[in-house]
């Protein structure tokens, strides 16, 4: 049995679940994974009539994402494997967002919200993403650079009007986002996927600080 999280979605969860001979069951939720990534997976084993322990793979979302959600759920998984004692796989985060379209154009763009007026991007061409074009930057310059190509994701969205000046039409998903995240674990368990560790691509908001200011006694 196969459980795939992915935790790289600025305040988005999603959890999918995979038997043999059955069917993914899924959510995606808005909510952050430290408020909900243990409750839906223990409630899509329940709905399955199973348990932690029939669980024979754990597959992980590296990324790109925002800092903190991302290692969160990276953490998770590594704590789940390692006490199930079985084999852990990533894949990237935007691979699975890109799986939400099917049929899929022959070259599109997948970008994710980043913050700072910015996104987590990737170019797809006949389904694969293309690991040498991850990258994190100004939305404006990835519509500049992906000029006419439609786009999907949430970061398409939110600055959609520098994609729609740029000629990306919006891409709507078609299959449900848990549905398209088992598919590329699936895949990723097949393919030996990627190291799971994270693709962070830049560095946290909060830093250590430099300076400190003597305290009287």
């Known amino acids: 049995m196969l459980l795939a999280l992915d935790t790289a979605g600025v305040n988005r969860t999603t959890v999918a679940l995979l038997a043999p001979g059955s ?7 808005a909510m952050s994974p430290a408020e909900c990534l243990v409750p839906l997976t223990q409630e899509l084993l329940r709905e399955a009539g199973a348990e932690m322990a029939d669980l024979s793979t754990v597959a992980v979302g590296v990324g790109p994402g925002p800092y903190t959600g991302l290692r969160i759920g990276l953490a998770h998984a590594h704590a789940l494997a390692h006490a199930l004692s079985v084999p852990l796989v990533g894949f990237s985060s935007l691979a699975a967002v890109a799986a939400t379209i099917d049929p899929a154009p022959a070259r599109f763009v997948v ?5 700072r007026k910015e996104v987590f991007s990737a170019l797809i ?5 293309q690991m040498e074009t991850v990258t994190v930057s100004p939305a404006r310059d990835v519509a500049e650079a992906y000029r006419s190509l439609p786009v999907i994701g949430d970061g398409g969205q939110r600055y959609r009007e520098v994609f729609d000046a740029a000629g990306c039409a919006q891409l709507q ?9 088992a598919v590329i674990a ?6 030996g996927g990627l ?9 946290p908001d909060a830093v250590a600080a430099s300076d400190f200011k003597p305290v009287a006694p």
């Open 173 to 181: 998903p078609t299959v449900d986002e848990a549905v398209a995240l």
């Open 111 to 115: 970008a994710t919200d980043a913050r």
């Open 125 to 129: 061409i006949d389904g694969v993403l």
């Open 23 to 29: 069917p993914a069951r899924g959510r995606s939720v």
């Open 186 to 191: 699936v895949r990723a368990t097949a393919d």
């Open 195 to 203: 190291a799971p560790f994270p693709a962070y691509l830049r560095e």
